[in-house]
């Protein structure tokens, strides 16, 4: 696996099943040897089990877990301690129970400290509904923390996190300008969605347009214009997708997308892990479903698709294809 590679679907489907099994064993000390087995086989089967760690401490406190879980997730700790002592640098995302296999999980821990601090922030699942002091109407989405800053002279807005969607209200004396991580948009009266992801962005404007400054480069986006630009410098700019207004309303369109994409954009608003794979990613969705209940829109998908939708915890969900089919 390369250094900086996600585990796969099938090592994450294996670490669930081991930390279900280990939870409900009537054998721990047998099932741990076993566990430990696959644990030392590969390093992706230890990433994947450290991230199943991190989504269960999440949801599970540790002092509910079985004997057999217990073990296993002390077992973790003390490889984890001893890899401190070599890591250094890392300890600190260690110590917080924050493990992860790629760099950016530890810029991550920044991001999370700062959206617990900022002004305004919404829960996974939550979409909140804003009018700031000038008549300024402000959505945030699921997950998201945003802080604004008025002034005699500005008026900024501060996305930490997540997505938002904003329709300015006239001012011609004060500028209205959006700061995502290092990028910064400049709106001219106008509707318009900022999403900040890790080092990434996107920005699509919806009516008016928006002065957007990245990367050392600045572009002008017009009205049914969208833009996706990241740390390597690399912008696309496409017409705009209405998927990425109409959660505002609480819909979630499918415009003939891959369901790992519909998927991706669900998981968002589900507490804990979803997961499609290999073999189901690439079927083709289409239609609108209720974003306030995913549970519902996997079920209705399932319906519709040659899927099945697995639960081994009641915080991670997979969805695979069906045999045969």
């Known amino acids: 696996m390369a250094a900086h590679a996600p585990p796969s679907h099938e090592a994450?489907?294996?670490?669930?099943?081991?930390?279900?099994?280990?939870?409900?064993?009537?054998?721990?000390?047998?099932?741990?040897?076993?566990?430990?087995?696959?644990?030392?086989?590969?390093?992706?089967?230890?990433?994947?089990?450290?991230?199943?760690?991190?989504?269960?401490?999440?949801?599970t406190p540790v002092q509910n877990e079985g004997p057999g879980t217990l073990g296993a997730l002390k077992a973790v700790r003390q490889r984890g301690r001893q890899r401190r002592q070599v890591l250094g640098g890392l300890a600190a995302a260690a110590c917080a129970g924050l493990l992860g296999w790629t760099s950016w999980e530890y810029a991550g821990l920044r991001r999370m400290t700062?959206?617990?601090?900022?002004?305004?922030?919404?829960?996974?699942?939550?979409?909140?509904?804003?009018?700031?002091?000038?008549?300024?109407?402000?959505?945030?989405?699921?997950?998201?923390?945003?802080?604004?800053?008025?002034?005699?002279?500005?008026?900024?807005?501060?996305l930490v996190a997540g997505e938002i969607l904003i329709e300015t209200a006239h001012d011609g004396a004060r500028p209205f300008v959006v700061q995502a991580g290092a990028s910064r948009m400049t709106a001219l009266?106008?509707?318009f969605t900022v999403s900040l992801?890790?080092?990434?962005?996107?920005?699509?404007?919806?009516?008016?347009?928006?002065?957007?400054?990245?990367?050392?480069?600045?572009?002008?986006?017009?009205?049914?214009?969208?833009?996706?630009?990241?740390?390597?410098?690399?912008?696309?700019?496409?017409?705009?997708?209405r998927a990425r207004e109409v959660w505002t309303s609480g819909v979630l369109l499918a415009e003939d997308v891959p369901l790992d994409v519909l998927l991706n954009e669900l998981g968002r608003y589900l507490p804990g892990h979803l997961g499609v794979s290999p073999e189901a990613a690439g079927l083709r969705v289409v239609g609108g479903f209720p974003l306030r209940d995913p549970d519902q829109v996997l079920a209705l998908l399932e319906r519709v698709l040659p899927i099945t939708v697995k639960r081994p915890l009641p915080w991670w969900t997979s969805v695979e294809r069906r045999p045969g089919r």
């Open 12 to 59: 994450l489907q294996q670490a669930a099943a081991w930390f279900a099994a280990l939870r409900a064993s009537d054998h721990p000390e047998r099932d741990q040897r076993r566990w430990q087995d696959w644990l030392d086989q590969r390093e992706e089967h230890r990433a994947a089990w450290r991230y199943v760690e991190d989504v269960s401490r999440r949801f």
């Open 114 to 158: 700062l959206s617990h601090l900022a002004q305004y922030r919404t829960r996974v699942g939550d979409v909140q509904d804003l009018r700031l002091a000038d008549g300024t109407r402000v959505w945030l989405n699921t997950a998201s923390a945003l802080n604004v800053h008025y002034s005699a002279d500005t008026r900024l807005l501060e």
């Open 197 to 241: 992801a890790h080092d990434s962005g996107y920005l699509a404007v919806y009516d008016g347009r928006v002065a957007l400054d990245a990367a050392d480069r600045r572009q002008v986006i017009n009205a049914g214009e969208q833009i996706t630009y990241g740390p390597d410098g690399r912008w696309q700019l496409e017409p705009a997708s």
């Open 189 to 191: 009266g106008t509707r």
